[in-house]
């Protein structure tokens, strides 16, 4: 799913139209006379009629992002993430507050919720560090968040005597889009472990003890900031 989305970031032209008296016009021809004029549509949507008579020369060139990922300082991802077995599925929203160090690196501090519901909702607080491939808007990256879940009794019609939480790691791959205001998207996926631990009592006079791995692919998307 990713990989054609990646050759579509990569490919994406305009028209550049050189005119005589040096000036130079990039956005896209709509219209176009040979004898006569065109008119070509630039950034924000203006568009400019220019008589063929005062053009040099036209051309087409890959898109030059104005590239907002190159700029250091605060950054927001708001998410889900959709926790796939063959048995069941779980939703996790996720959100990450930390700071872009350049167009390839940026790390950060995230938390989530993580509705296991089996009787434990996990709460995840974790470090997120994302490393981008291209100096560029629109990039594929690498992702690795880990650190820890916080449990939460959920199912009040199990009795339980402990719970506790476990570890959570999370590799994978994405892609990420950031448009002219700065504002982004990305998809992604991986493979996700959640780790937990609770005990109840059982029939008999004795302690029933889970130990769970929750071990599942992960896709999500959401927009960054």
């Given at each position: ?86 048995a069941s599925s779980t939703l996790r929203f996720t959100m990450v507050n ?110 029933v003890e889970n130990d769970i791995s929750y071990r599942r692919l992960s ?7």
């Amino acid at each position: 799913m990713l990989f054609p989305m990646i050759l579509l970031a990569q490919t994406e032209t305009e028209d550049v139209v050189y005119l005589k008296n040096g000036g130079v016009l990039r956005g896209e021809i709509i219209e176009m006379h040979e004898n006569g004029y065109l008119k070509i549509e630039v950034t924000g949507r203006n568009i400019f009629v220019v008589m063929m008579d005062e053009v040099e020369n036209i051309s087409s060139s890959k898109i030059s992002d104005q590239s907002h990922s190159t700029e250091p300082g605060y950054m927001n991802r708001t998410g889900f993430d959709v926790l796939h077995s063959s048995a069941s599925s779980t939703l996790r929203f996720t959100m990450v507050n930390g700071y872009r160090f350049n167009s390839h690196f940026s790390a950060g501090i995230g938390f989530g919720i993580t509705p296991y519901n089996d009787p434990l909702t996990l709460v995840p607080v974790f470090i997120d560090i994302k490393m981008r491939f291209l100096k560029a808007n629109s990039s594929p990256y690498l992702f690795l968040k880990t650190g820890y879940n916080f449990s939460v009794h959920h199912d009040e019609n199990v009795e339980l005597q402990e719970h506790k939480g476990g570890f959570l790691i999370n590799p994978g791959v994405g892609l990420h889009f950031i448009r002219d205001s700065g504002v982004g998207f990305y998809f992604q996926a991986g493979y996700n472990i959640d780790n937990s631990y609770y005990e109840f009592e059982g029939w008999w006079p004795q302690t029933v003890e889970n130990d769970i791995s929750y071990r599942r692919l992960s896709v999500g998307m959401g927009l960054s900031f």
